[in-house]
């Protein structure tokens, strides 16, 4: 016997992914500066955002910017004067 309740749900995703389909579709007509970082292909394709498009709190641009953070964050750590409680 079929669940009822699996088979509600599972509706209801069919017509949010059809809502959002059609909503990405507008935006992209209406602004088309705007990057493919908001299509379902983009949000799947990534291993940093949940499957909303979303890292964290924020919306994913789907880049990967570890390697350049902990450049960066070195190049500033090597400008500092050393800490007083850190033996070198």
């Known amino acids: 016997m079929?669940?009822?309740n699996a088979e509600l749900l599972a509706?209801?995703?069919a017509a949010r992914?059809?809502?959002y389909d059609?909503?990405?579709?507008?935006?992209?007509?209406?602004?088309p500066?705007?990057?493919p970082h908001l299509t379902r292909a983009a949000i799947a394709n990534c291993n940093l955002c949940d499957d909303d498009g979303y890292?964290?709190?924020h919306s994913c641009d789907h880049?990967?910017?570890?390697?350049?953070?902990a450049r960066g964050s070195a190049?500033?750590?090597a400008q500092l004067p050393p800490r007083k409680d850190q033996h070198r």
């Open 55 to 57: 890292r964290g709190l």
């Open 22 to 31: 059609t909503g990405i579709a507008k935006y992209h007509e209406q602004h």
């Open 33 to 35: 500066e705007a990057g």
């Open 17 to 19: 992914r059809a809502a």
């Open 11 to 13: 509706a209801d995703l």
């Open 75 to 77: 190049l500033v750590r």
């Open 63 to 69: 880049v990967d910017r570890t390697a350049a953070a």
């Open 2 to 4: 079929p669940d009822r």
